[in-house]
C-alpha cells in the first residue's frame, strides 16, 4: 500500500492548534492563543472590497498580483522605509503571509538542502522547510539580562556546505524582541560570507513601539540589502491591518527568485483574490489614523500584562518593543503544553505553549494581548492567580 510522503509526514502538528481545538470545545474561554487581533476589519477595508466587487473585480489577476497593488506597495517602502523597489519584477503578492513564507522557501531549498531558524518563531518557518525535505536547524535567541539577542557563535557552528537559507522574524512572534541595526548587519554579512538566502518574517513591523513615534515602522533588511543580494522579505496585512481572514500578503525578493515565484504562484493559488488585493490598496492608502489608534490600544495592553506579571516570583517577561505578544519564562516549567491545557480547563484561560515555537520555547507561554480589555482584564487576573498559587 502506498504511503503518504515523507515531507508531509515529518512536520509535526502545530501545539497551538492542538491547544486551539481543545479550547474550541469548551464555553467561556478566554481565548489569547492565535495570533490575531479580536477587532473586526475596519469598516473602509470592507467597504473597498464591496466597492471592487461592484466594479467587476471578481477575475484572476496576474500570478504576481495586481498592478497596481504592487505599484502602492512599492510607493509605500518608498515613503515608509525610503527604499526604491520595482513593483514589476520584485513585489509578488500571495494569499496569505504564510503563502508567501512557502513561496519563497520553495525557491531557495532543494531536497537534502539545510536551513537555519532562529526560535522561539512561529512553526510554519521551519514546517515550510521540512515539507521541501530539507534538513532544519534551529537557534535559540539566548536572553541576556533584559533583550533576546542572536547567537552569532551558534550559527557559525551550524553552517555547512549544504545550509542554503537562514529565516528569522522581527519584530519576533513570539519574543516581541526587534532585531537591532547592528544585528541586521551582522544577518546580512553572515548569509553574504556564507552564499546564503536571508529570509526576513517582517509581518509586525508596523506593529512597534520603540520608535520615534508611535506608528513609525521597523526598519526592514531592505534598508541594508542591495537589489542582487540574496535576500526575501515576507509580508502580511493581516496584523497591522486586522485582515487575517482576507488571506493577503505578499514577497518582495530579487529578480531572479520574485520571477521563479510568480510561475510557482500559478500551481499553488494562481492569484489572491481581485477583490481582495484592491482592499488591500485602500488600506495602504488610507491605514495609517486608524492602524495608531490600534497601536495606542495595543502599548496600553502590553503595559497591562507587563504590569498584572510584574514581581511574580519565578516569572521573568521581558519587556517587548513590537509585535503583540509576551514571553513569561516560568523558573522549573519543563511540560509548557500540560501547563496551558492545565490553566485552561482550571480558569478557561488559553494561552499558546512556548515548545509550539521550537528550541528555545519550553518553559514559557505566549500571551497574545491583542485582545479586547473584557477579555484581556478578566484573563489576566485569571493567570496571575494560578501561578501564585504554583501552576
Not at 502599548?299 to 519565578?314: M, T
Not at 484561560?349 to 519550553?362: D, M, R
Amino acid at each position: 500500500m502506498p504511503s503518504i510522503a515523507s515531507s508531509v509526514s515529518n512536520v509535526p502538528h502545530s501545539r497551538i492548534r492542538e491547544l486551539a481545538e481543545i479550547a474550541m470545545s469548551m464555553d467561556g474561554v478566554l481565548r489569547l492563543y492565535f495570533g490575531e487581533s479580536n477587532l473586526p476589519t475596519p469598516d473602509y477595508i470592507k467597504q473597498a472590497a464591496v466597492r471592487a466587487m461592484n466594479e467587476g473585480y471578481t477575475f484572476y489577476t496576474e500570478n504576481a498580483g495586481l498592478p497596481s497593488l504592487r505599484r502602492a506597495l512599492a510607493d509605500y517602502y518608498g515613503r515608509l522605509q525610503s527604499v526604491e523597489l520595482d513593483p514589476a519584477r520584485e513585489i509578488v503578492v500571495t494569499a496569505s503571509g504564510v503563502q508567501a513564507l512557502n513561496l519563497g522557501i520553495r525557491c531557495a531549498l532543494d531536497p537534502g538542502d539545510e536551513a537555519i531558524v532562529l526560535t522561539p518563531a512561529w512553526p510554519n518557518g521551519s514546517a515550510n522547510a521540512m515539507l521541501c525535505n530539507a534538513v532544519v536547524h534551529e537557534i535559540p535567541h539566548p536572553l541576556c539580562g533584559e533583550r533576546y539577542r542572536i547567537d552569532f557563535d551558534a550559527l557559525e557552528r551550524t553552517v555547512n556546505a549544504r545550509t542554503r537559507l537562514l529565516i528569522y522574524t522581527s519584530p519576533s512572534n513570539p519574543l516581541g524582541w526587534v532585531a537591532t541595526e547592528q544585528e541586521q548587519q551582522g544577518l546580512l554579512d553572515f548569509a553574504r560570507r556564507h552564499g546564503l538566502w536571508l529570509l526576513a518574517d517582517e509581518v509586525y513591523d508596523r506593529l512597534y513601539y520603540a520608535g520615534a513615534r508611535l506608528g513609525e515602522p521597523v526598519p526592514s533588511i531592505l534598508r541594508k540589502a542591495t537589489r542582487d543580494d540574496a535576500v526575501m522579505v515576507v509580508h502580511s496585512f493581516s496584523k497591522s491591518y486586522c485582515m487575517t481572514g482576507w488571506r493577503l500578503g505578499y514577497l518582495i525578493a530579487r529578480r531572479d527568485l520574485a520571477a521563479k515565484a510568480t510561475q510557482i504562484n500559478e500551481f499553488v493559488v494562481s492569484a489572491a483574490p481581485s477583490f481582495t488585493q484592491k482592499a488591500g490598496e485602500t488600506a495602504l492608502a488610507d491605514g495609517e489614523p486608524e492602524l495608531r489608534r490600534m497601536l495606542e490600544r495595543l502599548k496600553e495592553s502590553r503595559d497591562l500584562c507587563l504590569s498584572a506579571l510584574e514581581g511574580i516570583v519565578g516569572v521573568t517577561v521581558p519587556k517587548p518593543d513590537g509585535a503583540f505578544y509576551l514571553f513569561p519564562r516560568i523558573d522549573g516549567l519543563a511540560d509548557s503544553f500540560a501547563f496551558c491545557r492545565r490553566l485552561l480547563e482550571e480558569t478557561r484561560v488559553g494561552l499558546a505553549p512556548g515548545v509550539a515555537f521550537g528550541a528555545g520555547g519550553e518553559g514559557s507561554v505566549r500571551i497574545c494581548y491583542a485582545a479586547e480589555r473584557s477579555i484581556l482584564e478578566p484573563a489576566m487576573e485569571r493567570l496571575t492567580k494560578f501561578l501564585r498559587a504554583g501552576g
